[in-house]
């Protein structure tokens, strides 16, 4: 459970763009490109260990990983743990599927299609920048 008397953990942003990013399977050096010349994978690795990240780099690796900017702001790895841990628990799966017990889980769409919707948008992403690439090799 979540206290507001409880001591904020800092975000780190660097973190976040480094998960989203693996998430997707795109490679420090696909990032990089993206982002223009001046970035390259070294660039990119040293972002992703930063805290904080300035709010107009955000923005842009946002819009290149088609994530919204408040991901990697407000992503917390524990709190998300916790938030499943206490929403999941044994008692509310067992429960739910225990013919003629009282239900106290009501879930109001199936986590399992949610995920596949997050997984085959991943995919589309990563079909999309390898299309990308490959039209920026034919270039050169």
């Known amino acids: 459970m979540i206290h507001d008397d409880m001591p ?3 975000i780190h942003q660097g973190r976040n763009i480094k998960r989203f990013r693996e998430m997707l ?3 420090q050096e696909a990032l990089a490109f993206e ?6 994978q ?5 972002l992703e260990q930063k805290e904080t990240v300035e709010k107009d780099i955000l923005a842009q690796v946002a819009k290149i990983l ?4 408040e991901a990697f702001e407000n992503f917390d790895e524990e709190q998300a743990i916790n938030i499943i841990a206490n929403t999941f628990h044994d008692s509310a799966v067992a429960n739910t599927f225990t013919e003629g017990a009282q239900a106290n889980f009501h879930c109001t769409f199936n986590p399992l299609d949610k995920m596949v919707e997050l997984y085959e948008r991943m995919l589309q992403q990563q079909k999309e920048m390898i299309d990308k690439l490959e039209k920026l090799i034919q270039k050169k």
């Open 42 to 46: 070294k660039k990119i690795s040293l």
């Open 66 to 69: 088609k994530v919204p900017t």
């Open 35 to 40: 982002l223009g010349d001046d970035w390259n």
């Open 25 to 27: 399977g795109i490679k």
């Open 8 to 10: 904020h953990k800092k």
